[in-house]
T-cell receptor, first 112, second 115 residues
Framework: KNQVEQSPQSLIILEGKNCTLQ??????????LRWYKQDTGRGPVSLTI?????NTKSNGRYTATLDADTKQSSLHITASQLSDSASYIC???????????FGAGTTVTVRA | GAGVSQSPRYKVTKRGQDVALRCDPI?????LYWYRQALGQGPEFLTY????????KSGLPNDRFSAERPEGSISTLTIQRTEQRDSAMYRC?????????????FGPGTRLLVL
């Protein structure tokens, strides 16, 4: 069973609007959580990484939050642009573990 | 500098043939990882190298899959006697150091199609 669950599976938003993606995980003990952006046909690119003690991290128009108690994270995209169309993957690492647990991703489509 | 590169980008082969997928990590990166990604899914861990040592191969699905990194740089993932179920995107990633906190940089992947 996948230890990282993402929702929604996909969403469509209009350019300029905001959206929020969800990630729930059961990986334990927890080390860090990352959000990756994967453009079609490309490899995933790291957006943010948060450790246990961090509850928010921003990278431009991307803001990730983490609640380690409830094992939930969100990625908020502000003022979406057409270039934000991609798959966003939540990735969780357990302590002392190089093996990352990947979610299936949320496909975001931004329309003009 | 250059990112992680993989070759070939696409590989079509007949069932039963052997294939070798190559990964060139970012220069100086100690750790190298192989993943398999099915369409619409996140990458699934296959194996991990720290320098030339294969530290973990628990994700390799069966003994037809093997990987090596003889000089601690370039790595080759070999699939023997390919089967149709092996068709997937195979991704390589590298990180500067080892450990879970390191950022892994992914290559463009090799899309394998077994007919």
């Amino acid at each position: 069973k996948n230890q990282v669950e993402q929702s929604p599976q996909s969403l469509i938003i209009l350019e300029g609007k905001n959206c929020t993606l969800q990630c729930n995980y059961t990986v334990s003990p927890f080390s860090n959580l990352r959000w990756y952006k994967q453009d079609t046909g490309r490899g995933p690119v790291s957006l943010t990484i948060m450790t246990f003690s961090e509850n928010t991290k921003s990278n431009g128009r991307y803001t990730a939050t983490l609640d380690a108690d409830t094992k939930q994270s969100s990625l908020h995209i502000t003022a979406s642009q057409l270039s934000d169309s991609a798959s966003y993957i939540c990735v969780v690492s357990s302590q002392y573990d190089y093996k990352l647990s990947f979610g299936a991703g949320t496909t975001v489509t931004v329309r003009a | 500098g250059a990112g992680v590169s993989q070759s070939p980008r696409y590989k079509v082969t007949k069932r039963g043939q052997d294939v070798a997928l190559r990964c060139d990590p970012i220069s100086g990166h100690v750790s190298l990882y192989w993943y398999r990604q099915a369409l619409g899914q996140g990458p699934e861990f296959l194996t991990y190298f720290n320098y030339e040592a294969q530290q973990d191969k628990s994700g390799l699905p069966n003994d037809r899959f093997s990987a090596e990194r003889p000089e601690g740089s370039i790595s080759t993932l070999t699939i023997q006697r390919t089967e149709q179920r092996d068709s997937a995107m195979y991704r390589c990633a590298s990180s500067l150091g080892s450990g879970g906190i390191e950022t892994q940089y992914f290559g463009p992947g090799t899309r394998l199609l077994v007919l």
